[in-house]
C-alpha cells in the first residue's frame, strides 16, 4: 500500500529566507510524486511532478523538488520565499498500478513573517 | 492545465435537505474524483471514476452518492444532509498521467 508522510506539520520563515519541505513516500513500484499547494479556502494547485528522468525538478513559482529513491524522498525547495508563499503544502504519491488514485500526505502549514 | 468548475463554492443549509454539489471539467479528462478535506486537514478520497457509468468509493466511507452520465460531470448528492456533513468538498480530474488537477471546492455547512 503506498503512503506519503510529511514530518513537518507547521514550519515558519522568514521573508527571503530558504525553505525546504519534507515528503517521504512508500510505494512498492516506481512512484510518480507530487507537491500541490492550497490557500485559504480553495482547490490544490499543482506545483510540480515527478514521473522519471531527471531526478531534480522544477515547478511554477520558483519551487524545485529533487527525488531520492534511495532515501524514498521527494523535498520540496525554494531558494527564497515571499509573503504570497504562505499556504498548505501536501506532497502526494501515485503510480502505474494506483490506476489514478493518490496517496496525499497530511499537510504542511507554511507562515511567513516580514 | 485542466478548467474545473465547482458550484455553489458555499453552501448553508439545514439538516435533512437533499444537496447536490456539481463538478465539470472541460478537458475530456476520464477520471474524475471527490475529497472531502476538513480545514488544516488532509484529503480523503471519497468517490471516484474511470469514465461515464464509471463510479467507485474512496478509501473514506462516505454517505453520499454520485454519478456519471456525461464525460465532463461528476455531481456529488447528499439525500439528507446533517451536521456531520459539514465539510470541504473538492473535486478534481486526471489525465492519462495521473496527474490530478483540482476545482476550487465547496465549502458545505449544515445546520
Known sequence: AQSVTQPDIHITVSEGAS???????????????????????????LLLKYFSGDTLVQGIKGFEAEFKRSQSSFNLRKPSVHWSDAAEYFCAVGGADSWGKLQFGAGTQVVVTP | EADIYQTPRYLVIGTGKKIT???SQTMGHDKMYWYQQDPGMELHLIHYSYGVNSTEKGDLSSESTVSR???????????????SHTSQYLCASSEYTDTQYFGPGTRLTVL
Open chain 1, 19 to 45: 525553505l525546504e519541505l519534507r515528503c517521504n513516500y512508500s510505494y512498492g513500484a516506481t512512484p510518480y510524486l507530487f507537491w500541490y499547494v492550497q490557500s485559504p479556502g480553495q482547490g490544490l494547485q
Open chain 2, 21 to 23: 454539489l456539481e463538478c
Open chain 2, 69 to 83: 452520465i456525461r464525460t465532463e460531470h461528476f455531481p456529488l448528492t447528499l439525500e439528507s444532509a446533517r451536521p
